[in-house]
Nanobody, 124 residues
Framework: QLQLVESGGGLVQPGGSLTLSCATS????????VGWFRQAPGKEREGVAS????????VYADTVKGRFTASRDNGKNTAYLQMNNLKPEDTAVYYC?????????????????WGQGTQVTVSS
């Protein structure tokens, strides 16, 4: 069973940047489309970005388009979410998820494997 581990969360000021990582050690990540999701207190989980297993396709939610970039290094079994120009409304627990040979997409139902989440707090 694919196990994903996120890292890179933390506290950042508005306008700042963070890069989240999503890594696995037991299986090769290259066969999995990786989605990035977030959940703020009292809100539903929201898909923010997804990158296909080949890395050839990435999709983004309108709320983060132009500020977030999904990428991956299959040689390192790691996917990344570069987050720029962060806003207080980006504050949430961020999760990565894996979908075996799936198309890039933002629906949580498409993903079978989930990491434990990492907290991102944007505040001055």
């Amino acid at each position: 069973q694919l196990q994903l581990v996120e890292s890179g969360g933390g506290l950042v000021q508005p306008g700042g940047s963070l890069t989240l990582s999503c890594a696995t050690s037991q299986y090769t990540l290259e066969y999995y489309t990786v989605g990035w999701f977030r959940q703020a207190p009292g809100k539903e989980r929201e898909g923010v970005a997804s990158i296909s297993h080949s890395g050839g396709t990435a999709v983004y939610a309108d709320t983060v388009k132009g500020r977030f970039t999904a990428s991956r290094d299959n040689g390192k079994n790691t996917a990344y979410l570069q987050m720029n120009n962060l806003k207080p409304e980006d504050t949430a627990v961020y999760y990565c998820a894996g979908d075996l040979f799936g198309d890039a997409g933002l629906s949580s139902h498409e993903y079978d494997y989930w990491g434990q989440g990492t907290q991102v707090t944007v505040s001055s």
